[in-house]
């Protein structure tokens, strides 16, 4: 359980979680790792890995909030729909572990709706962030 969110900046951020509510632009999702999803797309998009800066660490409760990487929300942003089908095929294809699985459809719909987060940020200057909840 989480979300990808646009958030004016960290502090903004630390406010959002799975027992608070907001009201920022937001992109719900369930059964998968976005951390790792955010590094794969990353990976299909740009041909590069960037490291997670992590605005709530992950503790013993699960919980994380982390930014997306300027690189990714970049080409994100830039991506056409050929360009997000292959990068949604190859994370469906990567994604192996039992509970982080997910179909080629589901995958395509979920990275072309935070590719729509990441086209706004900057008409609103947000930044792009995760949140999950990993019990």
Do not use: K
């Amino acid at each position: 359980m989480g979300e990808f969110f646009l958030a004016e900046d960290d502090e903004s951020a630390l406010r959002v979680g799975p027992r608070s509510s907001h009201d920022f632009p937001a992109v719900p999702f369930d059964g998968t790792y976005p951390d790792d999803a955010v590094l794969r797309w990353e990976a299909e998009l740009t041909g590069a890995e960037s490291r997670l800066r992590d605005v709530v660490p992950m503790a013993n409760d699960g919980f994380t909030v982390f930014a997306v990487p300027e690189p990714l929300c970049t080409a994100l942003a830039a991506a056409g729909r050929a360009r997000l089908g292959a990068a949604a095929l190859a994370w469906a294809a990567a994604a192996s572990e039992p509970d982080d699985e997910i179909s080629p459809d589901n995958a395509l719909d979920l990275l072309d709706r935070v590719s729509a987060l990441a086209r706004s940020r900057g008409e609103n200057d947000l930044h792009l962030y995760c949140w999950y909840f990993s019990p």
